[in-house]
């Protein structure tokens, strides 16, 4: 069983559509990413949580510590909002290190 | 502005070569990793480094080197042994005790 799961593995939507991306994690955390990886495989790290909600622009992420489960949103979806969106969360064990969702991927369609 | 870079973006090498992937950060992070990605998969850990002249093996090592000389740089060597070279590396590093990490950009690597 991986650390990480994300659903759904792929989703299609209507450009301005609202858009939720789940993840779920069975490791205890002290932070949990949200990466956004573009088609050629350039990565950007969205946001960083380790309690409550962020917003950026028409992104919103939430965690819920208690529950091991963070989502992603994307209101009013655009097609440049294509692209593999993936949860990696960092282990509060020794070393700290990420354990990483497989992604979703997302194509928005104009 | 402070960051992480990798380099380069693509990379193509002939079988057999060996090739080494940049990891440079300017933000005095003491924490470095490596990981791979491969289709369809999750990111896996190759290697990390904690501190200067100190690294650990990850998940899946085997065929890889890397070396921590310098704090800001912790470069990944891909050796002929890696019977599988082909694949996206991402490099990351944080402070310690600090929640906030950095991701590079990626390296996509091709053996042909």
């Known amino acids: 069983k991986n650390e990480v799961e994300q659903s759904p593995q792929n989703l299609t939507a209507q450009e301005g559509e609202f858009i939720t991306i789940n993840c779920s994690y069975s490791?205890?955390?002290?932070?949990l990413h949200w990466l956004q990886q573009h088609p050629g495989g350039g990565i950007v790290s969205l946001f960083m949580?380790?309690?409550g909600k962020k917003k950026h622009g028409r992104l919103i992420a939430t965690i819920n510590i208690q529950e091991k489960h963070s989502s992603l949103h994307i209101t009013a979806s655009h097609p440049r909002d294509s692209a593999v969106y993936i949860c990696?969360?960092?282990?509060?064990?020794?070393?700290?290190?990420?354990?990483f969702g497989t992604g979703t991927s997302l194509t928005v369609i104009p | 502005d402070g960051g992480i870079t990798q380099s380069p973006k693509y990379l193509f090498r002939k079988e057999g070569q060996n090739v080494t992937l940049s990891c440079e950060q300017n933000?005095?992070?003491?924490?470095m990793y490596w990981y791979r990605q491969d289709p369809g998969q999750g990111l896996r850990l190759i290697y990390y480094?904690?501190?200067?002249?100190?690294?650990q093996k990850g998940d899946i090592a085997e065929g890889y080197s890397v070396s921590r000389e310098k704090k800001e740089s912790f470069p990944l060597t891909v050796t002929s042994a890696q019977k599988n070279p082909t694949a996206f590396y991402l490099c990351?590093?944080?402070?310690?005790?600090?929640?906030?990490?950095?991701f590079g950009q990626g390296t996509r690597l091709t053996v042909v």
């Open positions: 990696a969360v960092r282990t509060s064990t020794p070393g700290n290190q990420f354990y």
């Open positions: 949580l380790s309690s």
């Open positions: 933000l005095n992070h003491d924490a």
């Open positions: 490791v205890g955390i002290s932070a």
């Open positions: 480094s904690q501190i200067v002249n100190d690294f």
């Open positions: 990351a590093s944080k402070p310690q005790g600090i929640h906030e990490a950095f």
